[in-house]
């Protein structure tokens, strides 16, 4: 079967306008929403078999797009068709539950402040078709005070929430994961708890992150180096390959294809499985033994060592070695290596999508 996902419609639709015919001015809200879209949409690519979307989202997504981006995602990302009545049972359940996490105005309010968005940013993820405006009586009619038009603060929040309700019922009708946009990653918290089913699959690439990230910082300390320290693994590896932003969608499609990361996908499905079945067993233990080895072996190489390897890396894509001398070679941490290596001479991220918006 595969891993199979479900992702928020509000990623699709700015990634869309991020990689379009007419980007959004670099460093604006908007921009920074479709990076961050783009970054989980990425990632949704590499890291699943397929990914879906609410079919009516998908239609109102793709309406008035075209080009090559749009093309490639339209065949990748596929539809769940939702009854009527069932939708209509989805919503009703989907509200109350916006009333459970947030029983009054003032804690939509304390968690408003206490995520800084911007006002445009969570706009720009209540745009979620026309059903933001259709929706409106509803949603205000669970508190006594009105929450305010459809774009103000308190009812954009309200909204949000009710999609990552929306679409946490839908995945569990279809047995899926979901994927949400990083700005409702919070949102989550009171529904997931500890229990995301991905969590395997992300502690893993945050770990090989971590031991990155960290490297990054003694080579610049001591050794002058200039060398981004927060990067997004798998996306860094896919703009390393890109030289038009038309290619990003194509690129992230090769990589999923690669036989070392569907070693990857398939070893961490099996350790999900054993866990979301309630047992931690022999599997997970020494899955975490394998990845808590493979960090060690990376952290261990030098800053002097590394950098011997960087001088030298440049023209040698997909092909040089940074985690050179790493005994844990097993198929499925090919992949864990791979993003580590790449994450090594792809420049700054955000520099990079800049570049490849402006060709």
């Not at 359940?93 to 003032?106: G, H, N, S, Y």
């Not at 699959?201 to 990054?216: H, N, S």
Request: some cysteine; aromatic content about 8%.
């Amino acid at each position: 079967m595969g891993q199979r996902v479900i992702v928020d419609n509000a990623i699709v639709r700015t990634v869309l306008s991020l990689l379009g015919p007419t980007s959004p001015e670099p460093d604006s809200s908007e921009w920074r929403v479709g990076r961050d879209s783009l970054l989980a949409l990425v990632e949704a690519i590499v890291l699943s078999d397929q990914i879906y979307v609410d079919e009516l989202d998908r239609t109102w997504a793709f309406a008035s797009q075209g080009g090559d981006t749009a093309s490639a995602l339209h065949d990748i990302v596929h539809g769940i068709p939702v009854e009527t009545t069932n939708r209509q049972h989805m919503r009703s359940t989907a509200l109350e539950a916006v009333r459970k996490w947030f029983p009054t105005i003032d804690d939509l309010q304390r968690y408003l402040i206490a995520t800084p968005c911007e006002e445009s940013t969570w706009w720009e993820l209540a745009r979620d078709r026309q059903e933001s405006e259709s929706l409106h009586e509803e949603l205000s009619g669970l508190y006594e005070q009105p929450l305010g038009h459809a774009g103000s603060p308190l009812y954009d929040v309200g909204f949000a929430a009710y999609r990552v309700a929306f679409y946490h019922l839908l995945c569990s009708q279809e047995n899926h994961d979901y994927w949400p946009h990083p700005l409702r990653t919070g949102l989550l918290a009171p529904l997931l708890g500890d229990s995301n089913p991905n969590s395997f699959q992300k502690r893993t690439i945050k770990k090989v992150k971590t031991i990155r990230d960290k490297k990054a910082l003694r080579v610049n300390e001591e050794l002058d180096g200039t060398y981004d320290v927060d990067v997004p693994l798998i996306l860094a590896a896919v703009l390393k390959k890109c030289h038009h932003k038309d290619q990003i969608i194509e690129q992230a499609m090769k990589m999923r294809a690669a036989s070392w990361a569907a070693d990857f996908r398939d070893w961490v499905e099996e350790v999900d499985k054993v866990l979301q079945g309630g047992s931690q067993g022999q599997l997970p233990s020494t899955a975490m033994d394998t990845i808590d080895g493979l960090c060690k072996e990376l952290g261990s190489i030098s800053p002097e060592k590394l950098s011997k390897r960087l001088s030298v890396s440049i023209g040698f894509p997909w092909g040089f070695s940074f985690s050179e001398g790493v005994k844990l070679r097993a198929p499925h941490l090919i992949f864990l290596t791979r993003i580590y290596d790449e994450s090594w001479d792809g420049g700054d991220t955000n520099v990079r999508l800049r570049e490849l918006l402006t060709k």
